[in-house]
């Protein structure tokens, strides 16, 4: 069998191809993008409520995400085991992966609510404005309640992604984002009946999309043909083995989640103990930097899943190449925004500015155009930390990325932003300057463990699940695309 006929069997896409990568990452990206695009709104509409409320929404946004972070990449990773299962055509086992993922999420949701009586002791402690603290507190609990939701809507989109279906993902967040952007609107500034809750109202908002959400998945995974094809309401027991792999190779994976977020939320409970000014200019930046950021996580899953499905069907070779299309797709991207970042600040701002201008928001919007700067530099870098990031991790790579995270984040970022705010006079310029040398180094690190290529020998699943029928087509495909 030739190249050209696994092309046009049944509409078979060229394994590695560009047209393969797009077909994956594309629904990704605009599944992103709207989730992007949902969370700039957020802040938008928090910006014309109060610069409290903005202010407030970022730390403790962060903090309950540093807290549900663990339990989010273990519910991600079900997506490497599905895609590496599937590639090696065992479609049981991928049913069975996402039910162990179900099982985690409904502890894991459980076990975060109990960080809800816990807030007020906690921001206390972080030592915010009073004001700020009582909006961190209320947006904080609230956000807590949606963890479970989240965490099942995240295992159920696995399904999904891990077998390349990303259409459907793109149709249910862009619902989701839909139901999230009404009642944002809605909760935070009241209609008719509906009273203005601000802060409190983006955070009901946001846990009831999550809700929506997955009822959207439930729905269309039992009302498909898939839920037959694959047995999913025949193996859901409990997979001890399963189980006990996906914890073991998802909890570093997880723990990765975690370090970054928390690395990231000490930079900003820093920044905010600079001055609400600090805090504000770089919840906006941030903020904007994922208009860029959030949709190339799309590629990064998508470049996860690919890899995942070539090292199920023994092919890493073809993993490769994918990796490398879709690191020149993902900077050519990010050269785009940080081209607009430099070049028109003012009119990404413009949504933020109050009806009243005022003498504090002319402050923030200044030092945000400085912010913005740094966010168009570290933006190229994130291309690199995301995509060979996510290819390492899509073999099986986990602990390797944790440990890396770990050691890079505290070393470049966390302790110097903590002397910086200590005894420099540039405190939020040095906080900066350490949060970009960050994520240059953990993308270069990524990318030499890339090319060792210790990657190439390792899977999640069972070293007998390859298909030897795909394992004998792999040559002729590889000189294909040579």
């Known amino acids: ?171 249910v967040n862009l619902a989701g984002v839909l139901v999230n952007m009404l009642l944002d609107y809605l909760l935070i500034f009241g209609a008719g009946p509906i009273p ?16 929506a959400t997955m009822a959207f ?8 043909h898939e839920a037959r094809e694959y047995g999913l309401l025949n193996h859901y027991h409990w997979n001890q083995s399963l189980l006990m792999r996906l914890i073991r190779y998802g909890f570093p994976n997880g723990m990765l989640f975690f370090v970054d977020i928390v690395g990231f939320t000490l930079f900003v409970v820093l920044v905010g103990r600079i001055g609400k000014i600090e805090l504000a200019a770089t919840t906006i930046a941030f903020n904007l930097n994922s208009l860029a950021f959030v949709p190339m996580m799309g590629v990064g899953t998508a470049v996860m899943t690919l890899v995942g499905k070539r090292i199920g069907e023994g092919r890493p070779q073809l993993a490769v190449t994918t990796t490398w299309k879709a690191f020149i797709v993902s900077i050519l991207y990010m050269s785009v925004f940080a081209v607009i970042y430099v070049g028109l600040p003012e009119l990404l701002l413009r949504p ?27 933006s190229l870098f994130d291309a690199l930390a995301v995509i060979f990031g996510s290819a390492i991790r899509g073999a099986g790579d986990t602990r390797f990325c944790m440990i890396y995270s770990l050691i890079t984040g505290w070393t470049i970022m966390v302790i110097p932003t ?50 030897p029928v795909i394992k004998e087509l792999d040559e002729p495909v590889q000189e294909a695309l040579s």
Not at 217 to 224: L, M, S, T
Not at 352 to 378: G, I, K, N, S
């Open 196 to 211: 203005a809750m601000g802060i409190k109202g983006a955070a009901i908002a946001t846990v009831l999309a999550n809700v």
């Open 1 to 171: 069998m030739d190249s050209s006929s696994l092309k046009n069997q049944n509409g078979f896409v060229q394994p590695g191809s560009l047209r393969e990568l797009a077909n994956v990452a594309i629904p990704l990206v605009l599944s992103c993008g709207s989730l992007s695009i949902m969370h700039v709104m957020d802040r938008i509409f928090l910006s014309w409520w109060s610069t409290d409320a903005v202010a407030a929404a970022l730390p403790a946004g962060m903090i309950q995400w540093a807290i549900m972070s663990i339990a989010m990449g273990m519910a991600t990773y079900v997506n490497t085991f599905v895609a590496q299962y599937e590639g090696a055509g065992q479609k049981q086992f991928v049913s069975e992966s996402v039910w162990q993922g179900f099982y985690l999420a409904l502890i894991w949701g459980g076990i975060l609510l109990l960080g809800i009586p816990l807030s007020s002791t906690f921001f206390h402690w972080i030592g915010h404005a009073p004001e700020i603290q009582t909006l961190e507190v209320d947006y904080f609990s609230i956000l807590c309640l949606g963890s479970g939701p989240s965490l099942i809507s995240t295992v159920l989109s696995c399904f999904y992604t891990g077998r390349s279906k990303t259409m459907v993902v793109m149709w």
């Open 418 to 467: 903590f002397l910086i705010w200590k005894y420099a006079d540039e405190k939020i310029f040095g906080s900066w300057t350490a949060c970009t040398a960050y994520i240059g180094v953990l993308g270069f690190g990524y990318l030499i463990r890339f090319q060792a290529g210790h990657w190439k020998k390792m899977r999640v699943i069972e070293e007998h699940f390859t298909d």
């Open 352 to 378: 933020y500015r109050p009806e009243v201008m005022t003498e504090e928001f002319q402050q923030v919007r200044q030092m945000t155009f400085v912010l913005l700067r740094f966010a168009a530099l570290f």
């Open 217 to 224: 998945y439930a729905a269309i995974i039992f009302a498909r």
